[in-house]
Every structure is written in structure tokens, then in C-alpha cells.
């Protein structure tokens, strides 16, 4: 049966999968999408997985898939999930293995061809000032201690320290410091891996990339927000590395055992979880929320080393200034109103961002009587995108979007189908340099293995789940 017959079409970017499509669904499947976007869904069947995710106790709403979504672990990649607090579950698979996976963008004083003019001495600079790749340690050693305050007060820790400024603070979701957090909850075995990798960019789609703005949407927004025409922009793409990969996993193992306990039945093993309110459940959670302080902590270090290349190669006038740092895999604690009450529900989105509008609590006061920021990466090469959190994400998603733009090849497939491409000298072509640590990672990442980014930012824009505000076009890639 072809996915146009599965799902039902609302409009020309949403398509509902019905509660009666599998036994035990609790809410229908809403997915975000043209017609496209939809081939790919019908290849992969990730609406098994937006299916799957429907039958978990709590869930309210809809079991959603955003148009970057793909096959992932238990939830799929792009899909968000609110449980209600008081009988709901939650789920390290609708959080990811890469916690607070996310991305911070900065804005420079500094025009396209005042860089592009030294890009190779910037790309060879930053390359050499940030370690990156599968396994590598960093510039900075750690104590247990240490490590714990790290996990405790997050980019507060790095700034403290000398790695950033209190002005950052402002533009990081969560102020940079999840409150929940507890160190204690984190094995001996992910300290052991994360301690040595604080201020490491890590391998896979994470990147440090050099930009500029392309093209201006939403003039009076990217204004206010200091994002005009040609003014370059570096973003910086990374996560909670090992340490983050560690909690999911001790968390997974705990929970599969515990399920039973609690009388929860599952369709799918990796769906492994707890009611939120249990012990175990909220140990998740204080874990959870010590490794997005980790990747907070982790991306304001990298802003340092980044900072100081660029006053380096271009003089004291070259501040970067964060715009902002948003998670992409996480789940937060959320007040919403849906079916005209007001609820408390755990928010998973995994491999999507929060996008509130304007005068959220959950913006930071800055930015707050416009709406959020939302930074959506491309893929390598490709352009990148900025936009503004809406209430119809509020009251529609739970005041959510998409991520980037989604994997159509997996990694395996596309460096056994790319392999042999010269694919830095394409791009080189494009005005783009790309400096990577393994070339493997560059067939892994190229760009046709993702989805077309304009194609997805546009389907959220159009479905009012986040509205475009400037494009960014890279002009230097640094990769694992």
C-alpha cells in the first residue's frame, strides 16, 4: 500500500496517520510534508516509527514527524512526542544518543570578501585551534571534580573559567544551565568518557562552518537581531560526545529491565522507558539534563578557540556576537495549553528544536517580544537557515520544528555510493573549502546524502511552524 494511502491529507504540508492504523495508538501521527518528502517516507516506512511512538502512555496530541524526519532509534529522526507529567513516559530514544545535540551561530562585524580573501589561512586556523573527529581528546583536562561542576552549571562553568563572556549566557537556551541537573546520576563510565573531550567538535554531520548571509526574508527581524546582507556568520554544530552517547545507553539498559515493572508494553524494544514521575525516571532526566550541560559547556569553549582565531587573522575588531545556542536533542519539562486547558507535559524532540513565538516564558528576555530564534543547519555545503519561533508552533506542535535536513542515504550507503567522488574540489568549485579530519566523513556527509534543506525549511515556513529570516551560505567547512 503506497503512503498516500496510509495517510490522509489535511493540506499541502500535513498529512494525518490515523489512530486506527495500528493497534494501540493513543493519538494519530501528524507529519509534515509535501509530496516529495513523502517518497522517501514510503522507501524508509519511519511512519511505523511516528506509529510506534503514538502508543506510549501520556502522549498528547499527535505523535509528530517534521519534513527532515528519518528512520532513527525507536523515535525517529525528527519526530517530537509531549507526555503528560502526571501518567506519561519517558524515553533516552526520544531524546537520541547525541544529547543536546545542537547549534550555536555567531555574527560578525566582518563582510564576505574581507573573509573570503584569507579563507584558507581561517579554515587551516580553526581547524588547528578546535579538535575534531571520532574519539579526540581536547585542549582542556578535567578532573573528576571538575567534570562534575562542568555536568552541574554548563556554559556558566566555561564562562567562570575564562572560555566566554556573561553576555552569551543571555542567548543559550536555559541560560546556558539546565537546573535539574545531577552529576551523581551520570556513571563513572560516561565521566570517564567525556572528561578528556570538553572543547571537542566530534565527527559524523557535526561541523564548524563559515558563512555569510545570503539572502534577508524578514528585514525588520534581522535587524533587530544584528543579520544583514553579506555579514559573515560561523556556525558551530556538536553535542554532548561521548559522555551523552554513555547516558543514553546506561539509561536504555536500566529502563528495558524496568518496563515490566511498571506494567509498560512496548512495540518496538528501543522504545524502552519509565513513567516520568518514577525514580528511574527522573534520574533519566537529572542525567539527561547534566550532558546537555556538558554540550552547552562544550560549545561555549569551542566559541572561545573560535573567538581567538578570528581576532588573530583579523584584528580585535572582529567580535563574534552569539545570536544564539538551541538544543536539537533533548526533552524538556513544558507548560502548554492544548484542548483549551493548560497542561505539564515532557516535550521529546529529537532531531527537531523549540520554536516559541513571542513572549514565551521559555525565550530568553531579549528576545522575547519577537519570539525565538531558530537555527536550522544544511548539510555540508549547502545553505543553512535562520528563523523566527511562531505561536501557531505553540498551539499547533508544541512549539516545535524541524532540525536541518534529514538523512535520504544512510551513512553506510553513501560512502559505498560516493566513494572515488572528488567532493572537496566540487565544492571548492562552489567557493566553498572544507578541511576534515577523515575523508570518509566527507562521503558520509556530502550533500546528497540529506534531503534538499531549501525544500524543508520552506515546508515549516509554509505550515507556520517557524518563519525564515535570513539564508546562510557556507563559505568554509570544517568537518570530523
Known sequence: MGV???????????????????????????????????????????????????????????????????????????????????????SPG???????????????????????????????????????????????????????????????????????????????EEGGRMKRANPDKVSKKAKERGAPQLGTLGSGNHFLEVQYIEEVYLEDIANKWGLKKGLVTVMIHCGSRGLGHQVCDDYVRLMRKKMKDYGIKVPDQQLACVPINSREGEDYFQAMSAATNYAFANREVITHWVREVFYDVFGKDAHLKLLYDVSHNIAHIERHKWDGKEIEVCVHRKGATRAFGPNSPYVPEIYRNVGQPVIIPGSMGTPSYVLLGTKRAEEEAFASTCHGAGRVMSRHAAVRDLRGKDLTGELEEKGVKVKAREKGTLYEEAPEAYKNIDKVVDIVDRAGLSKKVVRLRPIGVIKG
Open 4 to 90: 498516500e494511502n496510509i495517510l490522509k491529507k489535511i493540506d499541502d504540508v500535513r498529512w494525518l496517520l490515523p489512530k486506527d492504523y495500528k493497534s494501540g495508538m493513543r493519538v494519530p501521527g501528524l507529519i509534515y510534508a509535501d509530496r516529495e518528502i513523502l517518497k522517501g517516507l514510503e522507501k524508509e516506512r519511519v511512519y511505523e516509527q511516528v506509529a510506534n511512538v503514538a502508543t506510549l502512555p501520556g502522549i498528547v496530541g499527535y505523535s509528530y514527524g517534521m519534513p527532515d524526519i528519518h528512520w532513527g532509534y525507536g523515535f525517529p529522526i525528527g519526530g517530537v512526542a509531549a507526555m503528560r507529567i502526571e501518567d506519561g513516559v519517558i
Open 94 to 172: 526520544g531524546v537520541g544518543y547525541d544529547i543536546s545535540c545542537g547549534v550555536r551561530l555567531l555574527v560578525s562585524p566582518l563582510e564576505k570578501e574581507e573573509v573570503e580573501s584569507r579563507i584558507d589561512l581561517l579554515v587551516n586556523r580553526l581547524f588547528s585551534a578546535v579538535p575534531c573527529g571520532v574519539g579526540e581528546t581536547g585542549r582542556i583536562r578535567l578532573k573528576h571534580s571538575e567534570l562534575d561542576e562542568v555536568l552541574y552549571k554548563g556554559a556558566h562553568w566555561a564562562v567562570e573559567m575564562g572560555y566566554g563572556n556573561k553576555e552569551d549566557l543571555l542567548c543559550i
